[in-house]
């Protein structure tokens, strides 16, 4: 967990609002992913972004959910409208250049409630 | 439908005994697994992991085995220690379509290591 630096830690929602979760990568990291683990579940990985480009989000849902890696800054994870089954607990991680079989190290993540 | 299984949620074992934790999975094109280990209100741990060039990979009390023919992992932790209680979770990558850093993960084994 070194290093990923994640805000905030809790996050209360109520339906409708919008939530931003941040995540500051390790210092020369370009590298983030975005995880989410609901409930009772294993980690299911959501995006995949460099500085300021998105490489994989094939696991984003389609409506509600954005990311951005800007070229300052954190990158943010946006949930929009959120509803009652986005409440999880959202784990982010960073590398630099991913060589081949590297593992993956994460931030303590923000549990996001949505009453 | 799930890629990787961890058929055991919970496992209970004396102090100083061996613990072991499994993991199967499906998909043949993973080829790098990887064990993670999770306390309450933290991100995910990097245990150990392995190439499926190797059947075997050892450091200090963790070892994982690789068995490519029956699609199953395990995790030997010996002698076991009451701070190994924590929540375990197996991973898996490859050249499946993911891309690096997309990860599929187990639901997770809770184990408790009893004093």
């Known amino acids: 967990n070194a290093g990923v630096m994640q805000n905030p830690r809790h996050l209360v929602r109520r339906r409708g609002q919008e939530a931003r979760l941040r995540c500051s990568p390790v210092k020369g990291h370009s590298h983030v992913y975005w995880y989410r683990q609901l409930p009772e579940e294993g980690l299911k990985f959501m995006v995949y972004?460099?500085?300021?480009?998105?490489?994989?989000e094939s696991g984003m849902p389609k409506e509600r959910f954005s990311a951005e890696f800007p070229k300052e800054g954190p990158s943010i994870l946006r949930i929009q409208q959120v509803v009652r089954g986005d409440s999880a607990a959202y784990f982010c991680?960073?590398?630099?250049?991913?060589?081949?079989?590297?593992?993956?190290?994460f931030g303590n993540g923000t549990r996001l409630t949505v009453t | 439908d799930q890629q990787v299984k961890q058929n055991s949620p919970s496992l209970s074992v004396q102090e100083g005994r061996i613990s072991i934790l499994n993991c199967d999975y499906t998909n043949s094109m993973f080829d790098y697994f990887l064990w993670y280990k999770k306390y309450p209100a933290e991100g995910p741990t990097f245990l150990i992991s392995i190439s499926s060039i190797k059947d075997k990979n050892e450091d200090g009390r963790f070892t994982v085995f690789l068995n490519k023919s029956a699609k199953h992992l395990s995790l030997h932790i010996v002698p076991s220690q009451p701070g190994d209680s924590a929540v375990y979770f197996c991973a898996a990558s490859g050249s499946y379509g993911g891309s690096q850093g997309n990860l599929i993960f187990g639901k997770g084994t809770k184990l408790s290591v009893k004093p």
């Open positions: 972004l460099q500085k300021e480009n998105i490489i994989d």
């Open positions: 991680a960073s590398s630099p250049l991913l060589r081949q079989n590297s593992p993956l190290h």
